[in-house]
């Protein structure tokens, strides 16, 4: 079982940063790919970028490629999301996820959710 809690959402303008910041529970965080989705109001909840267990490979949506970047700290049981350049479309609840499989594009292949942060980001 594993609990994650996300925290550093908030307001930006456009062009400016934010770090996200996932907190997971558990002595097992290492054994996880992770993983960010987001979701704005009236879509579909939709892949940002995951991190294998071991922090070799990261996978982007192509939306956000270039602008943000995935990051895990094992020894914090945390995982990171730096968001620059932002855009107002990049405007959602953003997810933190934890699984043990291979398949991160879907959102149904994640076991664990965290609650959700708002990032909002003004034009």
């Known amino acids: 079982q594993v609990q994650l809690v996300e925290s550093g959402g908030g307001l930006v303008q456009a062009g400016g940063s934010l770090r996200l910041s996932c907190a997971a529970s558990?002595?097992?965080?290492?054994?996880?790919?992770m993983g960010w989705f987001r979701q704005a109001p009236g879509k579909e909840r939709e892949f940002v970028a995951a991190?294998?267990?071991?922090?070799?490979?990261?996978y982007y949506a192509d939306s956000v490629k270039g602008r943000f970047t995935i990051s895990r700290d094992n020894a914090k049981n945390t995982v990171y999301l730096q968001m620059n350049r932002l855009k107002p479309e990049d405007t959602a609840v953003y997810y933190c996820?934890?699984?043990?499989?291979?398949?991160?594009?879907?959102?149904?292949?994640?076991?664990?959710w965290g609650q959700g942060t708002q990032v909002t980001v003004s034009s």
């Open positions: 996820a934890a699984q043990r499989g291979y398949e991160y594009s879907s959102a149904y292949k994640w076991d664990y």
């Open positions: 558990g002595r097992t965080f290492s054994s996880y790919a």
């Open positions: 991190l294998s267990w071991s922090g070799s490979r990261t």
